[in-house]
Nanobody, 115 residues
């Protein structure tokens, strides 16, 4: 099981961009799926984007065409590039690792988009 630490959250104006990073404490080479989730105040945590060990990706409909997830197994890093940000993207963003026998969450990073 790996420990995950997110970074890159900030306050940004609508239309701006941010890149979130997730650093894993050990190899993610064999981790089935790495993902980014978000949770806004008063709402349930939701999947934003995920990427498999084979590089397949999927995105929430609300972020398709604006967000891009990537992983660098050599650096044990996962990234979320967020463009054309909207106020409704405001949330705490969490990194998630899901293997066959375990899962792990980071502590979250705050993204606030002002209108």
């Amino acid at each position: 099981q790996v420990q995950l630490v997110e970074s890159g959250g900030a306050l940004v104006q609508a239309g701006g961009s941010l890149r979130l990073s997730c650093a894993a404490s050990s190899s993610i080479f064999n981790v089935n799926t790495m993902g980014w989730y978000r949770q806004a105040p008063g709402k349930q945590r939701e999947l934003v984007a995920a990427i498999t060990s084979g590089g397949s990706t999927n995105y929430a409909d609300s972020v398709k065409g604006r967000f891009t997830i990537s992983r660098d197994n050599t650096k044990n890093m996962v990234y979320l590039q967020m463009n054309s940000l909207k106020p409704e993207d405001t949330a705490v963003y969490y990194c998630n690792a899901r293997a066959v026998a375990w899962g792990s969450w980071g502590q979250g990073t705050q993204v606030t988009v002002s209108s």
